[in-house]
């Protein structure tokens, strides 16, 4: 569009008018196109979404496991590896190595590996992105990469829930508020102000500590599903006012356009002016604002588990949020005991797992700003 | 409407948003155990008597005689002390004693056995609003500074980035903007911290965290990271606690750091305490200024192609003056009404902040009271920081309709 001159395509065939909404969003796309970093951001998303797939549908092969039992072969202590567990071998930095490929752990714990590329007959192979810490008491060793793979899928899960069936709520409420208007609007928009005037974090906060305490386990799921579920339910519950809010203010313009008019004057009923005729012309800007949330609920995530919840979706493949702060954790406890200069900081346990995050989020902003940019034509310009 | 009308008929609106807000969390709290809300309330039964909760006395405890006359008696004591909550009552009943208690600052007591207290011996048993009285002060302040950053970074970068749209200081606003969201907020803040740390040194040792010349009577003056309270020595006190709760009004009249350093004489030592809560603001402000960043420019984007900014330019005035006063003082109203949106995001940000930097403020409390070890959780703590903070945040967004009606005289008017 930096020539200055756009063209839309021409998608009327001669005789042959296509349906309006499949011409809208091929003229997004048309736009769309020509954004770059939308594009990126568009590249970002399906490679974690297929990242996703493959962690969930691939079941962790055992001989080329990289969850491994760390235990430091020179005192023979920390090997509490159940069966069918390959050992890890480890040494601490400073010494000389045990024996041949053995991985040096500069950060002091058996699974504090640094990227190497050098391969382990006991098939641990290279760790390019190094090896990482969830609980400095347990020895066991992860690869930062095979965690973040495994964890692809529960972000994906719990923000896309999260958001999805939080936009859902949100529209159908706005559009009912906002259609309806009078009694119901005013009962409505005061609910949403309560809900909006409580921070989300503390109300996830009381809501997982209050239901933790209550059932610990609902409906026979494992405690770990259990609080997950807990969880999405609570970010639902405090996130769907935001959503109702930007609906019903886009609603108020759109009823007022002469199609809802004529529908009503058709004799279309309530339901269906709202279902057929509202919600689809006013959910452009719940898309934009669903994008730029989906980013957000890994990080809030991150900082629940960083203030000392214990939320594993899985005890072995905790989601990125998890990740990177149960590392944020183990790296303070580091420096807290490490003479700064005298041992390598772990900054891998850091990097990839907030990179991770950071791409996560900035891709769904990237993906948004352009699909903003290409629905709204005053943008355009 | 004169303006007076409008601030008090905004003011009455709150009432239903409280209560609101304390109908959810009545809610969760009755969730919890009968057992859970009595402790929440009343605080852990002491060592002495520890059946003090139980519906039944075993012959011997309390006011029970001791066997072999008796056999079992009921427990007098539990039945006061639920009448007082209203759990005998029907859940209404309850809820209007939830409200009543509620309104009049009766948040209940600090658990003896929570992590707060495992952590703070001298805040087992208080009551959760003197506890919270003592810690709202510094956070206030930290709000303050960072709002005072906020509005210094994003509104001029946005005003900025608006002008020169497409160009490279818009470009560079972007991508701040965006990490601005994609950044978890305890990530900023440790490598806020971990890099000064580096920089500086080992922690422990640089005399930037210990020394401060203008503390008169002793080297010592911040006991945690930077940001803290002045160290007990300063003022002349001991104890945990910082001095002025140890010693009462004489030392620490306002419990804000920076001014009651100013009152006792000592301007140099407050400006040390602002320029040490210098980066955990910065680190508070980071989200917001990325959410403001991105309003201000679009809304001075806007504002810059109506009628009345070309009829200014036209007129030639110049260009600087065009910006700043018609089309900047215009774009001000959405950035107002965006600030008074997101509060509820900024609030939430300070339990991790303070958590990270270690600043002695309530969400460190919070954060501490959310943790199931090595003490247990502390209900009582929990609930009342939500109650504090929502009230913070809905008065904070009197505050900004107010300042929006007078910026913009057809809200008032209209």
Not at chain 1, 28 to 48: E, P, Q, V, Y
Not at chain 1, 129 to 154: A, I, K, V
Request: aromatic share 12%.
């Amino acid at each position: 569009m930096s020539s200055g001159t756009v063209s839309v395509p021409v998608t009327e065939k001669a005789g042959r008018r296509p349906n309006p909404r499949i011409a809208q969003w091929k003229r997004t796309w048309f736009f769309l196109r020509g954004n770059t970093l939308a594009l990126i951001g568009l590249g970002i998303i399906i490679a974690i979404v297929a990242a996703a797939i493959y962690a969930t549908t691939t079941p962790i092969s055992w001989d080329a496991m990289t969850e491994y039992c760390g235990t430091n072969q020179q005192t023979g202590e920390g090997n509490t590896c159940p069966p069918g567990y390959a050992i890890v071998c480890t040494y601490p930095a400073g010494s000389s190595p045990p024996g041949p490929n053995c991985y040096q752990t500069p950060a002091g714990n058996p699974s504090d590996v640094a990227p190497t590329w050098s391969s382990h007959p006991l098939s641990a192979g290279p760790l390019p992105l190094g090896g990482l810490t969830l609980n400095p008491d347990e020895q066991y060793f992860f690869s930062t990469y095979e965690g973040l793979l495994r964890g692809s899928d529960w972000s994906l899960i719990i923000s896309v829930s999260v958001v999805g069936v939080g936009a859902l709520v949100g529209l159908l409420v706005g559009a009912v508020s906002g259609f309806m208007g009078g009694a119901i609007d005013e009962t409505i928009m005061r609910l949403v102000d309560i809900f909006l005037s409580i921070p989300q974090i503390l109300f996830v906060i009381i809501f997982v500590s209050v239901m933790d305490t209550v059932h610990p386990s609902i409906a026979g799921l494992s405690t770990d599903s259990s609080i997950m579920l807990v969880l999405i339910i609570g970010f639902i519950v405090i996130w769907w006012p935001f959503y109702a809010r930007v609906v019903r203010g886009q609603v108020l313009v759109v009823r007022e356009q002469k199609y809802v008019e004529a529908a009503q004057a058709s004799g279309a009923g309530r339901s269906r002016i709202i279902l057929r005729h509202i919600v689809p012309n006013s959910i452009y800007p719940v898309f934009i604002q669903m994008s730029l949330d989906v980013g957000t609920v890994p990080l809030l995530l991150g900082v629940l588990v960083y203030l000392g919840f214990k939320l594993f979706p899985s005890p072995y493949f905790p989601e990125w949020g998890s990740i990177t702060a149960l590392s944020v954790v183990n790296l303070q406890g580091f420096l807290a005991t490490c003479q700064v200069g005298a041992c390598i900081i772990p900054w891998w346990q850091i990097l990839f797992p907030g990179l991770a995050l950071f791409l996560y989020a900035i891709s769904v902003n990237f993906l948004s700003d352009g699909l903003r940019d290409a629905l709204d034509p005053r943008l355009r310009r | 409407m004169r303006m007076w009308v409008f601030v008090i008929r905004r003011s009455i609106l709150i009432v239903p948003v409280i209560v609101g807000v304390m109908t959810i969390t009545f809610a969760l709290v009755s969730a919890l155990p009968v057992d859970q809300q009595l402790i929440a309330h009343f605080g852990q039964p002491s060592p002495h008597d520890p059946w003090i909760y139980n519906p039944v006395l075993q012959p011997g405890q309390g006011t029970c005689p001791p066997a072999p006359n008796t056999k079992t008696c009921p427990n007098l004591f539990l039945k006061t002390a639920l009448a007082k909550l209203g759990l005998n009552q029907p859940l209404p009943v309850q809820w209007g004693v939830y409200i009543y208690n509620s309104l009049t600052f009766q948040w209940g007591t600090v658990n003896n056995h929570s992590t707060v207290s495992e952590t703070y011996p001298d805040l087992k048993g208080l009551p959760v609003t003197t506890v919270l009285a003592w810690y709202l002060p510094y956070t206030l302040e930290l709000a303050a500074l960072s709002l005072v950053i906020i509005l210094l970074i994003s509104i001029p970068l946005g005003n900025l980035s608006a002008v020169n749209r497409n160009r490279p200081v818009d470009q560079a606003a972007r991508v701040l903007s965006f990490s601005g969201f994609a950044m978890p907020s305890f990530l900023l803040a440790s490598f806020l911290l971990m890099g000064f740390v580096i920089l500086i040194g080992s922690a422990s040792a640089h005399p930037y965290f210990t020394y401060s010349p203008w503390c008169p009577s002793g080297e010592i003056t911040f006991t945690e990271f930077f940001g803290s309270w002045p160290s007990p020595q300063c003022f002349g006190t001991t104890g945990v606690l910082p001095s002025w709760i140890a010693a009462g009004v004489h030392t620490a009249p306002t419990g804000f750091p920076t001014i009651d350093a100013l009152i006792h004489g000592q301007p140099w030592l407050s400006l040390d305490t602002l320029i040490r809560m210098a980066l955990p603001a910065l680190a508070i402000a980071f989200g917001s200024i990325a959410v403001l960043l991105r309003f201000v420019r679009n809304s001075m984007l806007e504002v810059m192609n109506l009628d009345f900014v070309r009829t200014a330019r036209a007129e030639g005035i110049p260009s600087k003056t065009v910006v700043t006063r018609h089309a900047g003082r215009n774009s001000l109203n959405v950035t107002i009404t965006v600030l008074g949106l997101t509060f509820a995001f900024f609030i939430g940000g300070f339990p991790v902040i303070e958590y990270v930097f270690h600043l002695n403020g309530i969400g460190l409390i919070l954060a501490y009271s959310i943790q199931p070890s090595p003490g247990s959780v502390d209900f009582g703590l929990i609930f009342g920081t939500t109650l504090l903070f929502t009230f913070i945040i809905v008065i904070a967004n009197i505050i900004v309709d107010i300042l929006y009606a007078y910026l913009d005289p057809r809200v008032r008017l209209g």
